[in-house]
């Protein structure tokens, strides 16, 4: 049977009363009533938290964010490259100021060093207490083998500068012409623009801690490498002389030699040579001679001894560049210069075989047509060629800057056999003519000649010679006395 219950009023919502048992069957839904007052909020559950929910839907991408402040944190330093060519070392023990030449006693700096003979040092005490008695010692190697540095004094004693036979127990030791310091650090790039900031999504449980790793057995990449200078040639070279120059072939192919670089070549103490580089061909340096010893002896002109072995070093390793000077201001543009080089003009000339100069005092002369407003005089030799095998010179004799005519007299020519005609000569002046050099110094008096015999008397003029002059007349004489003349007649 079905009870069924008349809706009254709404009373307040009384305790919630113990569940009942389930009744047998499931009725037949009644009509909603009307919501009642909502009671008071429970106090909160302390329940066990849920499994998380699956990750929802990526959001669309929010608006673009203030770009944020340049980073401070410096990235990680990248794996030291290989060490470069190594000189400067510290050296604590008694070193004595030598005598110019004198070999000093061997030190042991340790290994790891890149000198080599005859390079140039410098020993310099670093105790500023006693620089009055011991500054410094410059020399040149004798031999570094096993950490053991042997130096002999420089012959110079104004590059040994303290007093003879002085001791000093602490010292720098490096090359003469030290390694330039490290360039300045470069400024830093221009931060790049943030990209967009994603909506987070929402955090997933944390995952277990995984086990470590196996310690990585890839090498980082490697560091650039310094810069190599030392190396050795096996080739057969003779020391050359002063001003020539010589090819050695080295045995490296990674050293960093540029051109105009001072190097010291050396097959032993005793015979050596410096130079300059002026060409490099893959691992071939041709070296011209600066300065060289034989046999020991310094400057000799001897011709120097051949060996089969060498070592090759920077003569002291080079500094870092300088900054650049400052551009001078431009000169006012200079007068134009006399203008000779053209052509013949193929358009007004017909082609012609290489002419031959006039014999037994016959002259022959050559009409072309050249390039106009040219500084062409006459007498000046020019040389007219087809190329190195044709061509023949000789003096103008006619230029015409309006038109561009130009005659000149076959003095001199080459010309391969079978010869051909051409019209595509170069025209230039056949060494241009120098600027008049200074009046030389007049030459000291020659040696006075002997006085000649004197010649026979010529023959009597018959020419009469000038009237001379009118004499001076003579003072009037005194007054002689009055005697009487007797004469005496005879008949």
Not at 456 to 479: E, I, N, R
Request: glycine content about 18%.
């Amino acid at each position: 049977m079905s009870h069924y219950v008349k809706q009254g009023y709404v009373g307040p919502t009384g305790p919630t009363g113990a569940a009942g048992p389930t009744g047998p069957g499931v009725g037949a839904t009644g009509p909603q009533g009307p919501a009642g007052v909502t009671g008071p909020i429970g106090p909160q559950g302390t329940g066990p938290t849920g499994a998380a929910g699956p990750t929802g839907p990526q959001g669309p991408a929010g608006a673009t964010g203030v770009t944020g402040p340049a980073s401070t944190v410096i990235g990680p330093t990248g794996p030291l490259g290989p060490t470069g060519d190594v000189y400067t070392v510290g050296f604590t023990g008694s070193i004595s100021v030598p005598v110019p030449n004198q070999q000093m006693p061997t030190i042991n700096i340790g290994s790891g060093y890149a000198y080599s003979r005859e390079q140039k040092v410098i020993i310099a005490n670093t105790n500023t207490t006693t620089l009055n008695l011991v500054d410094y010692i410059k020399g040149n190697v004798i031999s570094y083998n096993s950490g053991n540095l042997t130096v002999r004094a420089s012959s110079s004693a104004s590059e040994i500068v303290g007093v003879t036979g002085a001791t000093g127990s602490n010292w720098s030791i490096s090359l003469d012409g030290a390694i330039g310091l490290p360039g300045d650090t470069g400024p830093t790039g221009i931060t790049g623009v943030a990209g967009p900031t994603g909506t987070v999504g929402a955090t997933g449980p944390a995952g277990a801690t995984g086990s470590t790793g196996a310690a990585s057995t890839v090498a980082g990449p490697t560091g650039a490498p310094g810069d190599l200078y030392k190396g050795t040639s096996a080739s057969s070279t003779t020391i050359p002389q002063v001003n020539s120059s010589v090819v050695i072939a080295l045995v490296e192919s990674n050293l960093a030699y540029t051109l105009g670089q001072k190097t010291i070549v050396s097959a032993d103490t005793d015979n050596l040579f410096t130079g300059e580089i002026t060409s490099i061909a893959s691992s071939n340096l041709t070296i011209e001679c600066l300065t060289r010893r034989v046999n020991g002896v310094d400057g000799s002109t001897l011709a120097g001894n051949t060996f089969n072995s060498w070592d090759v070093n920077l003569d002291g390793a080079v500094g870092k560049q300088g900054p650049t000077g400052p551009t001078g201001s431009v000169g006012v543009t200079g007068a134009a210069g006399d203008l000779y080089a053209t052509e013949i003009d193929a358009s007004s000339t017909t082609a012609f075989p290489i002419p031959v100069p006039g014999t037994g005092g016959n002259t022959v002369n050559q009409q072309f047509t050249v390039g106009t407003g040219l500084a062409y005089t006459i007498g000046q030799k020019v040389k007219v060629a087809h190329d190195s095998l044709n061509w023949f010179s000789g003096p103008v004799l006619v230029y015409n800057k309006t038109t561009g005519l130009m005659s000149v007299e076959v003095q001199d020519h080459a010309r391969t056999t079978p010869y051909d005609s051409w019209n595509d000569h170069k025209v230039n002046l056949d060494g241009a003519v120098g600027k008049q050099g200074p009046i030389g110094p007049t030459g000291s008096q020659g040696i006075r000649g002997y006085t000649g015999d004197t010649g026979p008397t010529g023959a009597a003029s018959t020419v009469p010679g000038p009237t001379g002059s009118q004499g001076v007349t003579g003072a009037t004489g005194p007054q002689g006395s009055s005697d009487i003349l007797y004469v005496q007649i005879f008949s």
